[in-house]
């Protein structure tokens, strides 16, 4: 290892997560997600009649995904509202979820899931995905599986995961590379897929690999928080 | 014959058999289970498909949710509030994806078309039951004992999937809620309940207790945990 993280892990290691369900009140279903100093919110609602009625359709029910990040989450506030990046990154959580729904029980219907970032040191849509998924599952609606996601970075040469805010920064010799991907949990199967960067195509499948690995240690994050909020219901 | 004894004890000690899964994780190993409600096979292995309460009844693995919004089922009894009063009877909000209606035929006594809102007003509430689940909505009638409109006392709202936790079997818990405080109780299916009684004081406690009994998803032998409750509130 001949690269230094500037927090000291090691190449494969993430971030200390952490993961609550039940977070809104309000929400049919809620979840909080952290990697370190990411930290995503979301709420899920429905499902409920879609409006605009257009968009209706009878066949099956729709996703409905907004990503926000919020003015206060990075350190030069954000302007308030959705942008280009938001929209695109709604759309690929879209993406990367609705292979494990089983919507077809609730016709005309869409189900919300607003993701709320409320702290951002990258990696803020892998969060994000992770968060949503674990909403979902709370709302009780039909799944197949859970979605993990996880980012794996490039460091000149060196491959590292799940990258800080300070490690995508990094800019010597070929730079940093951000490959975020997401997982169904108990299949080799990947539903998000993006890259920023450069990285040859042998390296590729060694990024995938350390990426699977990843998200085993999501996965099980995620299933402790659902498990626990059924538990702590139980003791109270 | 021994065999068949042998089996049916097998069968007794896995009924209480409970656990919590997440989407995607495997409840039993083996061809001799059947995937119920919330359970998918993959080829050995039953799979659940949402996260709740696994329950192994004999052979049939079902997967029962414990918390998201009401989704409407034939025969449920649900608790309603008027949302609109059209020419041929009444949009009700279910607390659902969809609106339900109650249509004017389905009322069990004779009302006039003219004065529709005298029988229900907008804003009024409904005890009704579904009895037919279309895609854009469901039908209720008032076509049952008990049902129809709610009035004086107050309402409000559970998770629904907890509703069969505070019936109990064979309404032993609401039973038992009804006796300590001397309330009138009507429980919808979609989470709604409604509370009557001759004072604030025991419906305040008949809400309490009914939401004690909500919050305790993994506990056995509940009804003599209420018991004790009701000594401890007195």
Redesign the interface.
């Known amino acids: 290892m001949a690269h230094k993280r500037p927090d000291g892990r090691k190449s494969d290691e993430l971030r200390k997560m952490s993961a609550k369900v039940?977070v809104v009140p309000n929400a049919?279903?809620s979840a909080m997600f952290a990697f370190g100093d990411t930290i995503a919110i979301a709420a899920v609602y429905?499902?409920?009649?879609l409006h605009p009625q257009h968009m209706q359709d009878?066949s099956t029910g729709i996703l409905r995904c907004n990503y926000d990040l919020l003015s206060f989450s990075v350190s030069d506030r954000k302007k308030p509202g959705p942008n280009r990046r938001a929209q695109e990154i709604s759309k690929v959580t879209e993406w990367a979820l609705l292979p494990?729904l089983?919507l077809k029980?609730?016709?005309?219907?869409v189900i919300d899931v607003q993701i709320y970032i409320i702290q951002a040191d990258a990696g803020t849509r892998t969060a994000g995905i992770n968060a949503a998924s674990l909403a979902l599952?709370?709302?009780?609606?039909?799944?197949?599986?859970?979605v993990c996601s996880v980012a794996v970075g490039k460091q000149d040469k060196e491959l590292v995961v799940d990258l800080s805010k300070e490690e995508e920064d990094f800019e010597e010799g070929e730079g940093a590379t951000d490959f975020p991907i997401a997982k169904?949990?108990?299949k080799d199967a990947y539903t998000l897929v993006q890259m920023d960067g450069k990285m040859s195509p042998d390296l590729m499948a060694e990024a995938l690999a350390l990426a699977s690995k990843a998200c085993e240690k999501v996965y099980e994050v995620?299933?402790k928080a659902?498990?626990d909020e059924?538990?702590r219901?139980?003791k109270? | 014959m021994t065999r068949q004894t042998e089996e049916k004890i097998e069968v007794v000690s896995e009924k209480s058999e409970r656990k919590v899964v997440v989407p995607g994780e495997v409840i039993v190993v083996g061809d001799d289970y059947l995937p119920g409600e919330g359970a998918r096979r993959e080829g050995e292995k039953v799979v659940s498909s949402r996260f709740g309460l696994a329950e192994i009844v004999g052979r049939v693995i079902r997967v029962l949710s414990l918390f998201g919004t009401f989704i409407p089922r034939r025969g449920n009894v649900i608790i309603g509030r008027v949302t609109d009063v059209t020419f041929r009877g009444w949009v009700v909000d279910v607390d659902a994806a969809a609106a339900g209606f109650l249509a004017l035929d389905e009322c069990p006594r004779f009302i006039n078309p003219d004065e529709m809102d005298r029988f229900l007003a907008i804003g009024d509430i409904v005890s009704a039951k579904i009895w037919n689940v279309k895609t854009k909505g469901c039908d209720l009638t008032l076509d049952g004992k008990g049902l129809g409109k709610l009035e004086g006392g107050f309402i409000f709202r559970i998770i629904p999937s907890r509703v069969p936790r505070v019936i109990g079997r064979e309404g032993s818990m609401v039973g038992l809620i009804k006796e300590k405080t001397g309330c009138q109780i009507t429980i919808g299916q979609n989470g709604w309940i409604w509370v009557k009684g001759n004072t604030t004081d025991a419906e305040i406690r008949a809400r309490k207790a009914i939401e004690f009994v909500a919050e305790k998803v993994l506990v056995e032998g509940l009804t003599e945990k209420m018991e004790a409750w009701f000594e401890k509130n007195k």
Not at chain 1, 137 to 146: R, S
């Open positions: 039940g049919d279903g429905g499902p409920r009649l009878p494990v089983e029980e609730f016709p005309n219907t599952a709370h709302a009780g609606i039909p799944m197949k599986d859970l169904i949990a108990n995620q299933k659902l498990k059924v538990e219901e139980a109270e």
